[in-house]
């Protein structure tokens, strides 16, 4: 199986599992604007084309930033997996808890086990893993593009969830967020 097939695969199954682990999220109490979640899934969707279609190899969309060696590509696969991996682990520590929507759930729990002892934000920092692991074993500039624009949603995104966190949470979200890191541990 070539490095596309397999790259195709992992984000697949990843995508899978997402939507099937959908169906056990408890019920959100709070709403996010309409406008704002299409927003995020346009970009979302963008990004996705730009990482995994051929169709946008276009100009300097299309150029190589890494040379096009196996030991590039393989280390850009582990990436990509170890990523994914840390989104799934980091998904079923939240549980019920998880939405793709920035909401609060029926009696939600501030969640501080697993990667969330390390990490407020550990799916975001898993999925731009993987998408920077992508990047490096395609090794085209398109998939550089997809990596900055994930990261900037998945930043604001972050934002607001923390400010609805603080809110809900006061002194316990406070104190978590001095122990443990943004998209990194220790930053």
Avoid: Q
Avoid at 138 to 147: K, N, P, Q, S, T
């Amino acid at each position: 199986m070539g490095t596309k097939a397999i790259l195709d695969w992992m984000w697949g199954a990843l995508g899978l599992y997402w939507l099937l682990s959908a169906f056990r999220a408890e019920k959100a109490v709070t709403r996010e604007e309409p406008w704002w979640r299409v927003l995020r899934l346009l970009i979302l969707t963008f990004a996705f084309v730009l990482l995994l279609s051929p169709w946008l190899r276009v100009g300097l969309l299309g150029r190589r930033f890494v040379p096009g060696c196996e030991d590039v590509k393989a280390l850009g696969v582990g990436l990509t997996g170890a990523g994914i991996l840390l989104c799934v682990w980091a998904r079923i520590c939240l549980g019920k808890y998880w939405s793709d929507k920035v909401v609060l759930k029926a009696d939600h729990e501030l969640i501080r086990s697993g990667p969330y002892a390390y990490l407020r934000h550990p799916i975001y920092s898993g999925v731009l893993l993987g998408i920077g692991g992508t990047a490096l074993a395609v090794g085209e500039w398109r998939c550089m593009v997809a990596l900055v624009l994930m990261a900037t949603n998945y930043f604001f995104k972050a934002r607001r969830e923390e400010r609805m966190l603080a809110w809900s949470f006061g002194e316990a979200y406070a104190e978590y967020k001095r122990e443990t890191g943004f998209f990194l541990p220790g930053l």
